[in-house]
Nanobody, 126 residues
């Protein structure tokens, strides 16, 4: 099976920075898209940033984080990161990493699915 584990959350003052990391484990053959979502209390989960694993890595960002957050990935290690700068109190949320189109091998067969991490809390104080 496939597991995603996040790290790097915590408490930071407004204007500060944090770097989140996500590591995917399992008999992974390939991943199509890696990303980060977040969910604040009482709000729906929203896309923060995504990156494809193709050469060059096409990226996509929520308007609210453009210019402040940067997503990057290491395909060989099946890890990706979210560098968050100039954090604001409204960035406070549980951040989830996700991986879409994960192809993995189990015994003699190949399977494809989408996976989520368990979430990591990011709190930005004013």
């Amino acid at each position: 099976q496939v597991q995603l584990v996040e790290s790097g959350g915590g408490l930071v003052q407004a204007g500060g920075s944090l770097r989140l990391s996500c590591a995917a484990s399992g008999s992974i053959v390939s991943i199509n898209t890696m990303g980060w979502h977040r969910q604040a209390p009482g709000k729906k989960r929203e896309l923060v940033a995504g990156i494809t694993t193709t050469r060059g890595g096409s990226t996509d960002y929520a308007d609210s984080v453009k210019g402040r957050f940067t997503i990057s990935r290491d395909n060989a290690k099946n890890t990706w990161h979210l560098q968050m700068n100039s954090l604001k109190p409204e960035d406070t949320a549980v951040y989830y990493c996700n991986a879409d189109g994960v192809t993995y091998r189990r015994l003699y067969s190949y399977y494809t699915g989408d996976y989520w991490g368990q979430g990591t809390q990011v709190t930005v104080s004013s």
